[in-house]
């Protein structure tokens, strides 16, 4: 028995030289990819820790210059000139605006350490917005108002139903046919819906702006079949503002449309634009007209209807609660609408719109009268038809670099100028 231990013992001699460089040999090898993914893992962290950072500050400028008025703008950046600002701006010769903001600069806070951002304003991409006689925003506000911005193509679904509708009548028709003889209503309902008090203490209006674009053929027994309001298509019904929630007073309603030159050949009915305040809701309505270059020809015989239809029945003698803006204004005088083309040639195009104001009481007005009634042409001792034809509407691009000039965010989006 003591041989057998005395055995057991001898043979305890422990780990060998070479069993122990295998065991660390075997030890770096799994440990170094071990080593590297939490290195990696450490580094993806703060890399993503990082681009959420740059996009939280590329989201906190794109909101800061969507909202601030263009002084206000000038005023953190210098105007559109190289400066010592460390928020640097300058703009070439396209007009397009671009300004850098620093990491030492106040507009910066939220950038991680070493990156800096631009702030593209480019006017180039809406050349049917600026550049053009179009309705002055000078001393208004867009935020919380009715706007609406209507697509250069928006007529071509209508023509495609309409076409459609007629395939199944006696007299087919192609598209071209419903392009020229439709007629369409672009339909404003501004209604109050009640009152309320705002944070202020102020009591204030609350009211809704519905929009209704609808095409109808008149005419139409021959080509469509017969069957309930075939000839009427409505395009768009929709709810462009509403402050039952916000409780801010509204400022203003902007309608951007595409006029139908084509169509108006054949009458002002053929574009009418209607505008219902019934309530008598105290605003300012934009009306721009905006050109694609398409049938250009036909423009000086474009002559739309402008109807607006209030509820006078106190005093006739009251002026108008809306007050009209439009491009459709003639420059020289304040009685005439016309189109966007009179700057252009003010020989050939210079034909004027039919605008009617129907306020009850008697209160029926068109024409000269009309206009004069919705004081067309005046706000701040401005004729909003002027030569002057400055950028209105940009698209805004914000780029987040890193420390190596590395862009790591970008964001589009679009900037209406304020003042």
Known sequence: MKRLIRKEMNNSKGFTLIELLVGITILVIISVPLLRA???SAQTNSRAKTQMKATTAAENLFEEFRTLKMDELEAKVGEYVDSANPNDASVDATGKITYTIKDESEMSADLPD???????????????????????????????????????????????????????????????????????YIIIDIDKTGTATDDEGNEIDLCRVKLTIEYRLTNYSSILPTGSNNHIFKSTEAVL???????????????????????????????????????????????TAMDTGVDAEKAHSYKPTIDITENQNSDPDDKAYIQLRTNLLNKNAS?????????????????????????????????EAASKEVRCGDINGKNLYSDDTPDRIYKMKVRVYDESGTEVVEMDGTKLKQY
């Open 114 to 184: 070493g990156y800096y951002a631009t702030v593209e304003l480019d006017p180039n991409m809406y050349p049917n917005a600026n550049g053009l006689n179009i309705s002055s925003f000078e001393s208004v506000s867009v935020r919380n108002s009715a706007i609406y911005t209507m697509e250069p193509d928006y007529d071509q679904h209508a023509y495609e139903e309409f076409k459609r509708r007629s395939e199944t009548g006696l007299t087919p028709k192609d598209e071209a046919y419903f392009k020229e003889f439709l007629n369409r």
């Open 38 to 40: 939490i290195a990696t």
């Open 335 to 367: 009685t005439n609408l016309r189109t966007p083309y009179s700057q252009k040639d003010t020989n050939t195009y210079s034909v004027k719109a039919v605008l009617n104001y129907k306020g009850g009481a008697g209160n029926n007005l068109t024409g």
């Open 241 to 287: 503002f509403d402050n039952a929630t916000s409780k801010k007073p509204i400022n203003g309603v902007y309608m951007f449309y595409y006029p139908r030159y084509l169509a108006c050949t054949h009458g002002s009915d053929k574009e009418k634009i209607i505008i219902n305040n019934t309530d008598n809701m105290p605003v300012y309505v934009y009306l």
